[in-house]
């Protein structure tokens, strides 16, 4: 007979999630997530102002923004960042000006999302907790 495995709950939260972008993109990821996606920019550690990049301020946790001169191709896959907001259409329609390619997602229980990439491969949901729509299981 297997045990079923406990779930820990003495993690805590999440912290951050840490993506990354050329180098050079720099600036342009900046002005993406600050300006079109309309995140809040926090002032790093001075202690690691030595690694490039900059820290976003969501509101349990952050995302870094962390510039590489990897070469690795992010536009193919699935690992991404999720984050919850309020305003889902009126994150939509930012997006659609600045010419952002969204996709709808798969029902997923609870939340209407979608999903779509910075200018550097790495996929990115917004989502926001709804009703279910009629006939979803």
Not at 35 to 61: A, H, I, R, T
């Amino acid at each position: 007979m297997t045990e079923t495995p406990t779930v820990a709950t003495n993690l805590g939260a999440l912290n951050h999630a840490h993506l990354t972008v050329p180098m050079e993109g720099l600036a342009e990821a900046r002005r993406f997530y600050c300006e079109v996606m309309g995140l809040q920019e926090v002032e790093k550690p001075e202690s690691l102002k030595v690694y490039p990049g900059f820290w976003l301020q969501l509101e349990n946790c952050q995302l870094h923004i962390g510039g590489e001169n990897s070469t690795n191709n992010r536009w193919n896959t699935g690992v991404h960042v999720a984050i919850e907001v309020p305003d889902l259409e009126e994150r939509r329609s930012r997006l659609t000006v600045e010419g952002v390619k969204m996709s709808d997602m798969v029902y997923y229980p609870g939340y209407r999302r979608f999903e779509f990439r910075d200018p550097f491969g790495n996929r990115l949901e917004f989502t926001t907790k709804a009703e279910p729509p009629e006939g979803a299981k």
